[in-house]
Structure formats: structure tokens, C-alpha cells
């Protein structure tokens, strides 16, 4: 089938990016979910529940638990982890213990399901979006470049998750501290492993995603469709990125700075090739017969 | 056909849009075919045609937001698939549907459009905004979520965001579409006053009314072709080089046969009760179909020399005809369209029955068309690409 924005060669192939649009397309694309309560609403919910209500919760009720049973068997299960983890485990009793492991150990893949699956809700509907609601015709007429107009939504997508992702850790450190911590001789949380997962390799994961979902975001009719791929898309790298946190988490500093490392180089590559799947064709609605 | 193979490139300082044998397919649907057009500097150009015919198609290619898989393209001078960033950076656009984000105000929206032309943010910018929107009437109506505006609303905040870069062309599609007839008219007063300070103005629109009175030039597109290009007054007069005056009278049976007077050129019968005659010329009635043929409303009649009418009018009197309507009748740019198009499928079944079938004459919609004279400048079918240019009309 012809290409219908025509011949490739009169495709420009230079990455040609003007920060001030770029900045422009996310701000507004941000002012636009910020207006959206029926949106943003539902995600502070969602990230409530992770860093906040479930930590709450079960910190709570191990630390003042007075089942002693239940306690041993928290505690039988540390010796699952690594020994390296097992020797970090700091407290003077078994329900500080407990506390402690569950604390750094357990609620890890928190930190990576609540920004991949805020980003991905973002990223699905912010090209197909524009095409739905027509202003993609606008910005096809635009002189901004696909380029532009790629990174402009990548940004636009990565904030909202890794922002509930900071504040929701804030208030997990905050939790933890407070109820873990005076057994277990004073504030010690973020640990160094936490600090590489959120600064490290959260953010490689949650833009490997969306170069994924953006993609798709181009390609699909509509905006219900993007969810749905997306979801089947997110879904394996959601498992990927839960055992690499935990497995940041277990072991020592190494493993969590190098598969970060890893997932930043394969993150660059996926959007580079993901910048060229945005046509302007694409955000009309008139390219691959949409 | 690959690109600029078989055009050499086009720098025309008096165009500010050329197009030159553009093609542009969708899948197997084609929706530009071989495409010429040219729109001068400082005019107002309407693109006429049907659902389909490749009015937004072409101005989608104009801006660069589809590249045109042949042909072409040339905006003053640029081409939009090399400089695409400084085609678009002079181009204003309102597409059929006002292309406006819901949820953010009127000012965020303009702001965004400031900052995407590359006006930046600033007291001037801010000022920019307010002017504009003060010109459109919506300036109250500013820091409200669009969400709440009514259509019309819409396309005035969609108009000033087109015009606040302050481009050099303008490019509207359908921008009067879903308003109120009202509405309309305010918007179509507002596309006028803006083509003032020299601005070019390409406009769609399937609407005769809009386009008269507001064309320069009318381009008249059928499945991706131009049929037809021109000043609509040098159109008309191609295709109706006659004088032409419409008459009735309350003895209508009595103007069937007019063609023996002196000075009359042609006669084509106006009005219901005359559609089926396909194939009807203009001649004396004869028996078995006299009733159908009879006029209901008067007949057009094409004088050869203007001048003839006192002479006729009074002849007809004393042939016992009583005249109720003497009316010289301009043809209007909806009878040139419809000439226009009636003229294309005419050639199309032509060219299907290599030239068997009659054509027939008038009738189906009032106007006749009379045998195509060579219009000044025109072309025929199959001859070299026709260019449209200013005071120079195309005929394909």
C-alpha cells in the first residue's frame, strides 16, 4: 500500500526540537488532566491505596498485633529472602522485624505499579485523544514537529505518574518511619536500594512503557482501543519491573544500578524508534487508513 | 511518479500557492488526482465541491500536514515537505471543526496557539490575545472553559486563534459550518475584513451562497481535479457569452417558440414540468407531449447583442404574447457550478459511450448550458495541466 504522507525522502530526519514548544505541548496536555477530576481523582485514589491505606494498614496491625503466631510466621518468612537482605533486617523484636522486612522488602513493587499504570492511562489516550476530539488537526497545521509534539506527550505522560509516585513515597517514608521506625532504632527509611529503585530504575521502566504506549497511542482508531492494547502491552512489563525492584530491593546495590543502566539504554532506543512513529497524518486521522 | 520528476520547481513571486499535478491517495481511495492550482497573492480563493471532491485534502497538502505522494507544492515559494516549520509558521488554519481544547479557556487556548507559532509568552503576547479576541467578539467570554461556548463562540475564538501569528495565509474549511445563518454572516463578513491587509485566503466550502460575492477566484473540484478555475465573473461569461433575459407572461404556451425572432440566440425553458424532457432543445411543441413542455415559469432567453431587447419586447407584444416578467438575469455562482459539474459528467458519459449518447440540453436544473464556446484562456480535456492564475480562467 502507498504511503499516504508520501515519499519518504522529503521526510525530514533530523531531530529538530524546540524546547519552548515542546514544554508548550506538555504544559498544556498537564493544564488539560489537571482540569480532568474524573481523570486525576481516580489515580489519587489509586496511588492512596498503594503508599498510603495498605502500608498504614498492615504496618499498623503487625506493630500492634498481639497474635504472636501470626508474628512467628512473618517472621519464619524472612528467612526466604536473601541472606544479604536477611542480614539487613533491623529490629529488636520479631514484630519490629517483621515490620521492617515487610516495610522494605514486600511493598517494593508498589513504587513501579502506581506510575506505569498512571503514565500508561495518560499516554493511551494523548495522540488517539487529540485525533477523537479533532484538535490533532490543529497541531498537524502547527509548526511544531513531530518531534516536538512526541516529547511534548512523552512529558505529559511521564509527570503525573512519577509526581503521585514521589508524593506517594514521601508519604510511605513518612509511614514507615513513624510506625516501624521506633522499633527499629529510629528513622531508616528510604534505604539506599530505594533510593536506586525511584531515582533509578522506575524511570527507565516508565519511559520504556510509554515509548510503547505512544506508539500505539499513533496507531489505534481510538482512544478505547489505546487503553485496551495498552493494557495488554504494560501488563509483561509490569511483571518485569516487579521483580526487578524486588530483586533491586534483595540484593545489593550493584544489580539495581546495573539493570537500571540496562533499562535506560533500551529506553532511549524504543523512543528514539517510538519519535518516529508520530505523523502528522497520524494525528488527522488519514494515515495507515484511520 | 516520483516527486518533481516532471515539473521543474515553481517560483512564482505573484502566487502564493501552487499545486502542480499533486496526487494524494488514501489506501485505494484516490483523493487528489493530478492537481493543478494556483491561488494569487492577496486573494480569496474558494474551493467548491461536493463531500469527497478533495477541498480539505488540499489544503492538508498545502500546509504540510500531509506530504503529497506526487506533484508540486509550492507556498510562497517553500515547499511544505522540506520547509515545513516556516509553510505552517505563515499559515492560519480553522478546520470544520474549530479544533479547540474543551477543557482549558479561551485565553489558555490562544496562549497555546502564541506559543506554537512561536510568539512566546509575554505582556505583548497577552495584548495580542486580548486584541484578538476583542476583534472576534468573544473578549468576555475569554477566561471561560470552551466547554461552555456555543458553536458560533467556537468559531470565533477558532478565527482569532488562526489570525494571531498574523499569517500571510489563511486556510478555512467550512468555517461556517453548524452556525446559524446569522452566524454565518458575521463569520463570512470576518474572513472579508481580514483579506484587507493583503492576506491570502483559501476557503472551502460545499455552500454556494458563501463563496458569492466573497470568491475572487472559484476552483471547482470534483474527486480530486480541478474541473473548473477562474474569477467567477470570467467563468460565467465563458459559459454564458449571451445576453441573458428571463420572460414570462400570462400566455405562457405562447413563449415556446421564440428562436424566430430576430436577435434571439437561444431559448431554454425554465421551471417544474420540464425535467423530464431530457433531450428537449428548445423547439416548438409538438403534439402528444404539448402539455408537458408547456413553461410553467418562463423561459430564458440569450440574445445576441443586448441591445435587441427593447425591439424584441415590443414585437412580442404585438404577436398578442402579454409579458408579465422581463428580468436580464445574471447567472449566478450556483448555476456556474452546476454548469460546471453538469458539463463534467456530460464529458465522463461521453467518454464511457465514445460520443453515442445525446446530451441533453438544460432542463434538470433550470439553466441551459449553451455549446462550450473555447473559453478565454481555458483548456480541454486532456490538454496540459490547467493553471489557474489571476485573471486567467480554466475549463478542464
Given at each position: 500500500m502507498s504511503n499516504p504522507e508520501g515519499p519518504s525522502q522529503h521526510r525530514s530526519k533530523k531531530l529538530e526540537v524546540k524546547w519552548s514548544r515542546t514544554w508548550a505541548i506538555a504544559r498544556t496536555e498537564l493544564r488539560q488532566l489537571i482540569e480532568a477530576k474524573d481523570f486525576w481523582v481516580p489515580m489519587m485514589i489509586l496511588g492512596s491505596i498503594f503508599f498510603i491505606f495498605i502500608p498504614l494498614v498492615l504496618l499498623f496491625a503487625i506493630t500492634r498485633i498481639s497474635n504472636v503466631d501470626a508474628v512467628q510466621q512473618i517472621s519464619e518468612t524472612i528467612k526466604i529472602l536473601p541472606q544479604a537482605a536477611q542480614d539487613s533486617v533491623q529490629g529488636t523484636t520479631d514484630q519490629a522485624r517483621a515490620a521492617y522486612a515487610i516495610a522494605v522488602y514486600l511493598l517494593a513493587p508498589v513504587a513501579v505499579v502506581v506510575p506505569l499504570t498512571i503514565s500508561t492511562a495518560v499516554g493511551a489516550s494523548t495522540i488517539v485523544g487529540e485525533r477523537e476530539r479533532g484538535t490533532g488537526e490543529f497541531l498537524a497545521h502547527s509548526p511544531a514537529s513531530?518531534?516536538?509534539?512526541?516529547?511534548?506527550?512523552?512529558?505529559?505522560?511521564?509527570?503525573?505518574?512519577?509526581?503521585?509516585?514521589?508524593?506517594?513515597?514521601?508519604?510511605?517514608?513518612?509511614?514507615?518511619?513513624?510506625?516501624?521506625?521506633?522499633?527499629?532504632?529510629?528513622?531508616?527509611?528510604?534505604?539506599?536500594?530505594w533510593w536506586i529503585l525511584m531515582l533509578w530504575v522506575v524511570p527507565p521502566f516508565v519511559a520504556l512503557t510509554l515509548s510503547l504506549v505512544l506508539r500505539l497511542s499513533a496507531r489505534v482508531k481510538s482512544t478505547a482501543a489505546a487503553q485496551q492494547a495498552s493494557g495488554l502491552v504494560t501488563l509483561p512489563l509490569?511483571?518485569?519491573?516487579?521483580?526487578?525492584?524486588?530483586?533491586?530491593?534483595?540484593?545489593?546495590?550493584?544489580?539495581?544500578?546495573?539493570?537500571?543502566?540496562?533499562?535506560?539504554?533500551?529506553?532511549?532506543?524504543?523512543?528514539?524508534?517510538?519519535?518516529?512513529?508520530?505523523?502528522?497524518?497520524?494525528?488527522?486521522?488519514?494515515?495507515?487508513?484511520? | 511518479m516520483s516527486i518533481d520528476e516532471s515539473h521543474p520547481p515553481t517560483r512564482d513571486a505573484a502566487s502564493a500557492v501552487v499545486l502542480r499535478g499533486v496526487d494524494q491517495s488514501f489506501g485505494d481511495n484516490p483523493a487528489l488526482v493530478q492537481l493543478d492550482l494556483t491561488v494569487p497573492r492577496g486573494s480569496i480563493t474558494v474551493l467548491l465541491g461536493p463531500n469527497g471532491a478533495g477541498k480539505t485534502t488540499a489544503t492538508r497538502v498545502i500546509t504540510g500536514a500531509i506530504e503529497a505522494q506526487a506533484g508540486e507544492v509550492r507556498v510562497f515559494g517553500l515547499d511544505p515537505r522540506v520547509d515545513g516549520e516556516a509553510v505552517r509558521r505563515r499559515c492560519g488554519v480553522v478546520s470544520a471543526k474549530p479544533a479547540l481544547y474543551d477543557r482549558l479557556s479561551g485565553r489558555a487556548n490562544l496562549g497555546y496557539a502564541a506559543e506554537l507559532y512561536g510568539l512566546g509568552r509575554s505582556v505583548e503576547v497577552d495584548d495580542r490575545i486580548s486584541a484578538a479576541a476583542h476583534r472576534f467578539g468573544i473578549e468576555s467570554a475569554l477566561d471561560n472553559q470552551v466547554g461552555s461556548y456555543s458553536t458560533g463562540m467556537k468559531t470565533r475564538l477558532a478565527l482569532a486563534r488562526s489570525v494571531l501569528h498574523e499569517p500571510d495565509l489563511l486556510l478555512f474549511d467550512e468555517p461556517t459550518s453548524g452556525l446559524d445563518p446569522e452566524s454565518s454572516h458575521a463569520v463570512l463578513e470576518m474572513i472579508h475584513d481580514m483579506t484587507h491587509g493583503g492576506v491570502t485566503v483559501i476557503m472551502c466550502t460545499h455552500l454556494l451562497l458563501e463563496a458569492e460575492g466573497l470568491a475572487e477566484q472559484v476552483v471547482v473540484l470534483e474527486s480530486g481535479s480541478a474541473l473548473a478555475a477562474g474569477p467567477p465573473a470570467e467563468l460565467i461569461s465563458s459559459f454564458w457569452p449571451d445576453a441573458v433575459v428571463r420572460l414570462d407572461a400570462a400566455n405562457p404556451e405562447r413563449l415556446g417558440d421564440l428562436e424566430r425572432f430576430a436577435g434571439v440566440a437561444g431559448v431554454e425553458i425554465v421551471g417544474t414540468g420540464m425535467e423530464q424532457l431530457a433531450g428537449f432543445d428548445g423547439g416548438t411543441a409538438s403534439s402528444g407531449d404539448e402539455v408537458a413542455r408547456l413553461p410553467r415559469t418562463g423561459v430564458d432567453v440569450s440574445l445576441s447583442d443586448p441591445k435587441v431587447l427593447p425591439d424584441l419586447v415590443a414585437a412580442l407584444i404585438a404577436d398578442g404574447i402579454r409579458l408579465t416578467r422581463v428580468e436580464p438575469r445574471i447567472p449566478s455562482l450556483e448555476d456556474l457550478y452546476f454548469a460546471i459539474r453538469r458539463r463534467h459528467v456530460g464529458a465522463l458519459e461521453r467518454s464511457e459511450d465514445g460520443g453515442r449518447r445525446l446530451q441533453p440540453r438544460g432542463a434538470t436544473v433550470g439553466t441551459k448550458v449553451p455549446p462550450p464556446p473555447p473559453p478565454p484562456g481555458g483548456q480541454t480535456v486532456g490538454a496540459a495541466p490547467g493553471v489557474a492564475g489571476s485573471g486567467e480562467s480554466t475549463i478542464v
Open positions: 513531530v518531534h516536538e509534539i512526541y516529547l511534548g506527550k512523552l512529558i505529559a505522560s511521564i509527570v503525573p505518574g512519577y509526581f503521585t509516585t514521589i508524593v506517594g513515597f514521601g508519604a510511605y517514608s513518612l509511614i514507615v518511619n513513624l510506625i516501624v521506625g521506633p522499633g527499629s532504632g529510629g528513622w531508616f527509611f528510604p534505604t539506599n536500594q509490569i511483571m518485569i519491573a516487579y521483580g526487578v525492584s524486588t530483586g533491586s530491593i534483595y540484593g545489593s546495590l550493584w544489580p539495581g544500578i546495573i539493570v537500571g543502566a540496562l533499562a535506560w539504554v533500551i529506553a532511549f532506543l524504543t523512543l528514539w524508534r517510538g519519535m518516529r512513529s508520530i505523523r502528522r497524518g497520524r494525528l488527522i486521522g488519514v494515515a495507515d487508513g484511520l | -
